[in-house]
């Protein structure tokens, strides 16, 4: 199910303003990539290109191309409704459907595309893609209960479910972890981990403890100062990033001497 | 150059049910706009041989049109002017009860009192003015011209039912109230909270930090919500309608039985048995009054934008 | 010597230093009132007026009580409290003034209104033949109904659809525009809007004494629409933009978004704002009497002939009083009780709607 990305000399302005300059990378099949720098370095705006979710923004814009396993996402006359089926995306707050259950959020890509499914099918998805999250034992007797009487970290990993259930192959998470407790980042944690196996993941994150803990390469992006663009400095495998940069500017960001 | 291209081809690639939708939206946008040329336009063209009528169709002693509108016109005025003149100073006072004295769980609930009195039709205050307010406020209106008939307001002969401009402006008054402190309400409780605490801690008492936070912070909007209040009062028919005794002339006394009429009651009260040029007449004040209320709800709508391009609320 | 130090009196709180003790404002406005109240006691009883004058005492008891507090606080306080002191007693006043008309109000709608409101016809009858007292407002119900539940029809879509562009799809000049005169447009007079009906309907189909229940709804609708924008666009506003990203990263069309996510989320605050929109037009008045016309009959086609609606129903009672004036005068004032309970009950029911069904966003 997972896919290989390509990404070739991406600029991303929002109107007249260049936010995002000259990315070039590619992201194997079945991996976590890991996004750090400092805020407003670029990092997100540059996640949301990967599904088109920048388009929501007025003015954002991309020159360059995106390939998933061949497929230029900017290519013309692309669907960006497709490009997000199978682009999936988790956001920094956990943000369920407050007029849904817990069950309905689940289904929540299928139901509101109008599809419909046989409720049995629906059972079984929803089972599927919540233990596929590792939060079926804590909800299974309350599928019928809202969405927001979880808490806050079993709401993120309810979206994350909800995410799974479009079948997806790749899931992209902006800070998923950055409005939850320690123990709460812990289950995600976890949770990206066995998710690896189907899925290619790309993890934005201001934690670098967390970026060492569950990815295999690592992405480090930094501005010039503020009004310039945000660049790509370094792309590695998580250790050398983290044990043996080759540029100064990493070393000091991931040493913490800035940021 | 290419990318140009790219995105044009991208944005062709739209779905069906986006562009129905889109669409449909924006035709209901566009038809607001159109109602509101439509009332301007309809009511010009029904206007026009009110322009070029003889003296022979204006009910009363006119010799044109605007020899007719013009007392009219006035009492529109004056009449929404005293009502102002009442309630501003009383919305502010309530706004400032509501948002700066009462306990902070009562106050939502104090609002919603005040935004009863909005609910009340108008056709109720109007019974309310003629069959409550006036007989009650006619002895009063008797020692006023007994004591300050030198005052050339007060002037006498004192009315005798008490159906004066006076007591239509305390209606008028009463009904522009909720409106006018509902806005000053919310601008009000929009004070940066900083700025209170930082006159707080000077030692300020709570007036002096109303007197150097609240009230220059939120000025522009007491003024458009009193322009608010004046459209809403120029344009209000019934209860002047019911409460008056009109006579019309350009008259500045308040007490007496000759008052001068507004363009709204004079249209509700002559419409049902108007007939050939006199529709058009009646018809042609009630573009008078459109284009009066427009203009002071458009100069309050500018004043309000103003201030919020630059409160940086949005 | 220093077993003789000074006993200092009971240790003080300095912080309290010249202040006026707590309750002192009730207790000055208490006396102001008694004072006054013995005032007018004493010429009542020496005979210049006749009977005790209860409003003047509450009017002249106040002042004094305002002058009264000032000028204590002034010499205890100093003059910066004493002005505090005085503008929290002119504010508590301005919000008890406004009270006083809307209980007179309801309290004489109430009890002038009862005894027709509760006569068996009143709700069963229209004023067809009826001379005198007896009949009921029947038809006017009915066509405050009809009328009033056509401009719904025509009101919320073209209102909703109005707000959706507003907030989902306008940008630039068109959207600030159309947001500019949907604001002007609230500050219609209502009686233009009927004059509107009036001239759009007399010239269509030439006729310059039309009436018709139609023609009032289109004129309610151009007062209701605005209201309907406004209040839907704010509850519209108040969707999280995450939630319409949520649905976008599911790979949902804008539009299905729009119509599964973002309106089920804000329903209960748009349902509300159509229920104090409805109570906002139902009780106009003037429109009504220009283009829907009054009619002592039942008339259930809102395509032809007068329509009776309870607001003109309540005017033409008043204006037009028969033989029996009291009788008319009574059924004025039931009809005015009967529009007031329908405004508050809508408004109750909008509040309610609001509070219980409104989802829980955020945490």
């Given at each position: 199910m997972s896919k290989r990305i390509e990404v070739n000399d991406l600029d991303v302005y929002y109107s007249k303003f260049l936010a995002v300059e000259g990315v070039s990378l590619t992201i194997e099949p079945r991996t976590v990539t890991a996004l750090i720098g400092p805020s407003g370095c670029g990092k997100s705006t540059f996640l949301r290109t990967l599904n088109r979710m920048h388009e929501v923004i007025p003015g954002a814009r991309v020159d360059g191309e995106v390939l998933i396993d061949g497929n230029n996402l900017y290519g013309p006359g692309v669907d960006p409704v497709l490009v997000r089926r199978q682009v999936g995306m988790v956001f920094q707050r956990p943000n369920p459907f407050p007029t849904m259950s817990i069950g309905d959020n689940v289904l929540a890509g299928v139901k509101l595309n109008n599809r419909r499914m046989p409720k049995s099918e629906g059972d079984d998805l929803i089972e599927k893609s919540l233990r596929g999250a590792n939060l079926w034992n804590e909800v299974k007797d309350r599928l019928d209960k809202p969405g927001s009487s979880l808490s806050g970290g079993q709401q993120q990993r309810l979206c994350i479910a909800r995410a799974i259930a479009v079948q997806p192959d790749v899931i992209l998470m902006d800070?998923?972890?950055?409005?939850?407790d320690p123990i709460s980042t812990l289950a995600i944690e976890d949770l990206i981990e066995e998710m690896k196996t189907d899925f290619t993941i790309v993890i934005v994150t201001h934690n670098m403890q967390q970026a060492s803990r569950v990815s295999d390469r690592t992405a480090f992006f930094n501005i010039a100062g503020t009004g310039k663009p945000g660049k790509l400095i370094e792309y590695d495998d998580t250790t050398t990033i983290f044990s043996n940069p080759t540029v100064q500017a990493t070393e000091d960001y991931v040493s913490g001497r800035f940021g | 150059m290419t990318t140009a291209v790219d995105r044009i081809a991208i944005k062709a690639k739209e779905r069906p049910g986006d562009r129905i939708f889109s669409t449909a939206t924006l035709v209901a946008g566009g038809l607001i706009l159109g109602v509101l040329a439509a009332v301007a336009a309809f009511l010009l063209i029904q206007s026009i041989p009110a322009f070029v009528a003889e003296p022979d169709d204006f009910k009363g002693d006119f010799t044109n049109f605007w020899s007719y509108v013009a007392p009219l016109a006035f009492g529109t005025l004056w009449s929404a002017f005293l009502a102002l003149l009442m309630a501003i100073p009383v919305a502010i006072g309530i706004a400032l009860f509501i948002s700066h004295y009462a306990p902070r769980k009562l106050a939502a609930g104090l609002g919603y009192i005040i935004d009863l009195l909005a609910a009340v039709p108008s056709v109720v205050f109007g019974l309310w003015g003629i069959g409550v307010l006036a007989p009650m406020l006619q002895p009063f209106y008797a020692n006023l011209v007994e004591w300050f008939g030198w005052f050339p307001l007060f002037a006498g002969p004192v009315s005798g039912t008490g159906r004066t401009i006076f007591t239509v402006a305390i209606v008028l008054a009463v009904m522009v109230l909720p409106i006018i402190t509902a806005i000053c309400r919310e601008i009000f409780l929009q004070t940066p909270v900083l700025y209170e605490e930082a006159s707080l801690a000077l030692g300020a008492t709570r007036w002096e930090m109303i007197t150097m936070a609240v009230l220059p912070f939120g000025r522009a909007g007491i003024i458009s919500a009193a322009m608010l209040g004046l459209g809403r009062a120029l344009g209000e028919t019934m209860a002047v309608a019911m409460v008056l005794s009109p006579s019309p002339q350009i008259l500045f006394q308040l007490l007496t039985s000759q008052n001068p009429t507004t363009i709204a009651a004079n249209i509700a009260l002559n419409f049902p048995e108007a007939h050939g040029v006199g529709v058009n007449i009646l018809l042609a004040t009630g573009l008078m009054l459109f284009v009066i209320t427009l203009i002071v709800n458009m100069i309050a709508r500018l004043i309000i934008n103003r201030r919020k391009a630059f409160s940086g609320a949005n | 010597m220093s077993t003789t130090l000074t006993v200092s009196a009971p240790v003080t709180n300095s912080l309290t230093a010249g202040k006026l003790p707590k309750n002192s404002s009730l207790m000055v406005l208490l006396a102001s009132w008694l004072v006054v109240a013995a005032f007018f006691l004493v010429i009542n009883l020496a005979g210049v007026t006749d009977g005790f004058n209860w409003a003047g005492t509450l009017f002249f008891g106040t002042v004094l009580y305002c002058i009264a507090l000032f000028l204590f606080s002034y010499f205890v306080e100093g003059i910066r409290r004493a002005k505090d002191r005085l503008v929290t007693a002119l504010v508590t006043i301005a919000f008890v003034v406004a009270l006083i008309p809307l209980i007179s109000l309801v309290g004489t709608t109430v009890i002038n209104g009862l005894p027709a409101f509760l006569t068996p016809t009143f709700f069963t009858e229209?004023?067809?033949?009826?001379?005198?007292a007896g009949g009921g407002a029947l038809h006017a119900i009915v066509g405050t109904l009809f009328v009033t539940g056509l401009a719904t029809l025509i009101s919320v879509p073209i209102g909703l659809l109005t707000a959706i562009y507003l907030t989902e799809y306008g940008i630039g000049r068109l959207a600030k525009g159309i947001t500019f005169f949907v604001d002007v447009m609230t500050g219609i007079p209502s009686i233009v809007a009927g004059l509107f009906a009036y001239a759009l309907f007399s010239l269509l189909f030439d006729d310059p004494g039309i009436r018709f229940g139609f023609g009032g709804s289109i004129a309610l609708s151009v007062l209701m629409i605005p209201v309907v924008v406004r209040s839907s666009e704010e509850m519209l506003k108040l969707v999280p933009n995450e939630l319409r990203e949520a649905a976008y990263a599911l790979g949902v069309p804008k539009w299905l978004t729009i119509v599964k996510v973002v309106l089920p989320t804000a329903l209960a605050g748009i349902v509300t704002g159509v229920m104090i929109s409805i109570s906002r037009v139902i009780g106009e008045t003037a429109p009504l009497l220009i283009i829907a016309g009054f009619t002592a009959s039942m008339n259930y086609d809102l395509f032809s002939e007068r329509m009776m609606t309870l607001p003109v129903f309540v005017y033409n009672q008043y204006a037009s009083q028969g033989t029996d004036a009291q009788a008319y005068v009574d059924r004025a004032w039931a009809g005015a009780l009967t529009l007031i309970l329908i405004v508050m009950l809508l408004n109750l029911a909008a509040r309610l709607i609001a509070r219980v069904f409104s989802p829980k966003l955020g945490r």
């Open positions: 800070e998923p972890c950055s409005a939850l | - | 229209s004023q067809r033949n009826v001379v005198g």
